[in-house]
């Protein structure tokens, strides 16, 4: 464990020295200076701070503090200010930052020391420097409740660094309150404990919590993702877009309208008719899914055309030009995979094996033992793909059962 002494400017005077450790401090003053014990908490709701005195005096109201102890005060932000300190000013002095989810403590350990002996000072600091620390809980820096703001489609890092003993183990906490893998498709855990988001979307806006863990304790910080205000953008492309769709007769077709913005984007699409099919809607063959999809059953030819996806919000506004074009359902492809994976296609003979072009036969001319295995034909068009396999396994001729297989007579 590492010993280290602080000599604040400002805070405390010259005279002073200090130990510190995660919660608990050591301090030695002269007498006659001014000690300034800090507490500054963070919590929601608003964390209420309470100290406790040397003498056992509970103190929480602020203003000035009536005590057999020297004069001191308690500030509006929870600091204790002893204006003057004396022989009965030293002892422990313990801060509790409490709300309806729980409490935590600092404790102040105060020695007071005459100025004149400067030699019992330097030894009292010397005292405090062997004192050995034992484990503690994690600390995470930085504690102030935070915003990130964020544009859509970019990444963005959430720092967490945390100090303790043993060495804390960091977690994250999605807005869900799901524990985040270390890694994903969306997420990453860096070694210093920061997390990253790829590509945000308004999904991932909202608190996450970094908890920092040990055999100890543990502690925790907020952080708020906020996505900043954007206008429409369709499939990750912002204003106008097109392309086209080829559909398969009386098979289902959808075209995929995504739209991210913020504020959250009003979403239709307009039909080669002029017919408007708002978010969501289902009626006939016509589907508009929550996420801004269209979906068209039992496709036709009738149903051709070209159809718009439209996003607004007050930013802006994006547009999507879908071109459906529907057709037959044509004759499909044959081919045969031998067991070996070699493909044959219509009209292609390999050796003893023979694809027929028109009725997709197979033949095997000649069969050894070593062509058995599994032969599979496959039917394949836009539409999709079946299929259909063969298990060839080699013959055996007939042996009737309590044969020998030699000669026998029968006597009656």
Same mark, same amino acid.
């Given at each position: ?32 200076? +001014? ?21 056992? +005096? ?8 009536? +005590? ?36 935590? +403590? ?307």
């Amino acid at each position: 464990q590492l010993l280290y002494w602080i000599f604040p400017v400002g805070l405390f005077s010259i005279g002073t020295c200090i130990r510190s450790a995660p919660k608990s401090t050591e301090i030695a003053v002269y007498v006659g200076k +001014t000690v300034t014990l800090e507490c500054l908490a963070s919590g929601k709701p608003p964390a209420q701070i309470s100290w406790i005195l040397p003498d056992r +005096t509970f103190v929480r109201e602020t203003g000035t503090i009536h +005590t057999s102890l020297s004069p001191m005060s308690l500030l509006q932000n929870g600091t204790l200010q002893i204006h003057s300190a004396n022989f009965s000013s030293k002892g422990d002095y313990k801060c509790i930052a409490s709300n309806a989810a729980g409490a935590d +403590t600092i404790t102040y350990h105060l020695h007071v020391d005459s100025s004149a002996n400067r030699e019992g000072w330097w030894k009292l600091c010397l005292f405090l420097s062997t004192i050995k620390v034992g484990p503690n809980a994690p600390k995470i820096g930085y504690k102030s409740p935070s915003v990130v703001t964020v544009n859509l489609g970019q990444s963005v890092q959430l720092s967490c660094t945390a100090t303790g003993d043993p060495t804390p183990r960091i977690l994250w906490i999605s807005p869900r309150q799901e524990v985040i893998p270390a890694s994903s498709n969306k997420f990453q855990i860096m070694e210093d404990g920061s997390l990253v988001l790829k590509k945000v979307t308004l999904a991932d806006e909202g608190k996450y919590a970094c908890v920092a863990r040990n055999s100890v304790g543990d502690d925790v910080k907020n952080m708020e993702i906020e996505v900043e205000p954007q206008e429409p953008y369709i499939n990750e492309k912002k204003w106008k877009s097109s392309l086209k769709v080829l559909g398969v007769s009386y098979q289902t077709v959808l075209l995929d309208c995504k739209v991210e913005g913020k504020p959250e984007p009003r979403v239709w699409w307009v039909s080669p008719y002029g017919v408007s099919l708002t978010v969501p809607y289902r009626g006939g063959r016509f589907t508009v899914h929550q996420n801004g999809s269209l979906e068209l059953r039992g496709a036709r030819k009738t149903d051709e055309g070209k159809y718009m996806c439209k996003a607004q919000n007050p930013l802006g506004e994006a547009s999507l030009l879908v071109e459906l074009q529907v057709a037959s359902i044509p004759n499909p492809e044959l081919s045969w995979v031998l067991p070996n994976g070699t493909i044959l296609l219509p009209g292609v003979r390999l050796q003893r094996f023979r694809h027929h072009f028109g009725n997709g036969t197979l033949q095997i001319s000649q069969p050894a033992p070593a062509d058995k295995g599994v032969y599979r034909c496959i039917a394949r068009n836009v539409a999709g793909q079946a299929g259909k396999q063969y298990a060839l396994e080699a013959g055996r001729k007939p042996v009737i059962r309590g044969s020998t297989g030699s000669d026998a007579s029968l006597f009656f």
